[in-house]
């Protein structure tokens, strides 16, 4: 029986269906971003792909499990963004602008992922619920650890409050991209960093 790794042109088969995966990967984000996920069938995804619908199937149950995979592909994107601008040697407040300041930037700089994130995620199914959900909530991580660096407050231990946090700074980001990103982003950053404050007074009057 043939390996599976067989090799053409010094590629595996493995290889060339990761490329494969990648293509629809980048134009479903493309596509759902600009059209709408349910605007945007398995055909047209292929066609800006420039791949049969064949290849389609090999990496992909259906539309959902793409739309999921570029969805992960975009959040994943953005924390590590978020992440890598922190300093922690910074104030408090200093630190969570620079956090602020990576989250509404990344999503400004590409709205088409940024749709992708915000909107076309959002009552598609149970299953992609859920990863929404877990999305939030790793995100939120990085301010979650300015505030609350042992993760022993209320910012860490009561999930309303999480959920309240990272939902806010969502919908921050959703009023500011149905404005276009119009708005300067230190006046958006400034408006969040409210949210945040009042977050993590909470937690320094809890630990009083």
């Known amino acids: 029986m043939a390996s599976s790794s067989r090799r053409w042109t010094g590629r595996t088969q493995e290889d060339r269906r990761a490329e494969r995966r990648e293509l629809l990967i980048v134009s479903a984000t493309r596509l759902y971003g600009s059209l709408g996920f349910r605007n945007t069938g398995v055909r047209a995804v292929c066609r800006d792909a420039g791949l049969t619908e ?4 090999e990496s992909f149950a ?4 793409l739309l999921l995979a570029a969805f992960d592909r975009v959040v994943s994107a953005l924390r ?15 630190r969570v602008r620079r956090l602020l300041r990576a989250y509404f930037g990344a999503l400004a700089a590409n709205p088409t992922a940024a749709r992708v994130f915000l909107v076309e995620i959002v009552g598609v199914d149970a299953e992609i619920d859920r ?11 990085p301010f979650v650890t300015v505030f609350d ?19 806010g700074l969502l919908h921050i980001a959703l009023a500011w991209g ?3 990103y119009a708005r300067p982003i230190e006046q958006v950053i400034e408006t969040a ?8 007074l ?3 009057t809890d630990q009083s």
């Open 54 to 57: 064949r290849y389609f199937y």
């Open 62 to 65: 259906n539309s959902e499990a």
């Open 131 to 141: 990863a929404f959900e877990a999305s939030l909530f790793a995100l939120s991580e």
């Open 178 to 180: 149905a404005e276009g």
């Open 193 to 200: 960093l409210v949210l945040c404050r009042l977050a993590g």
């Open 149 to 167: 660096p042992e993760h022993r407050g209320p910012l860490s231990t009561d999930l309303l409050l999480r959920r309240g946090v990272s939902g």
């Open 80 to 94: 590590d963004q978020i992440m890598r601008a922190d300093a922690s040697d910074e104030p408090r407040d200093d």
């Open 202 to 204: 909470a937690d320094d």
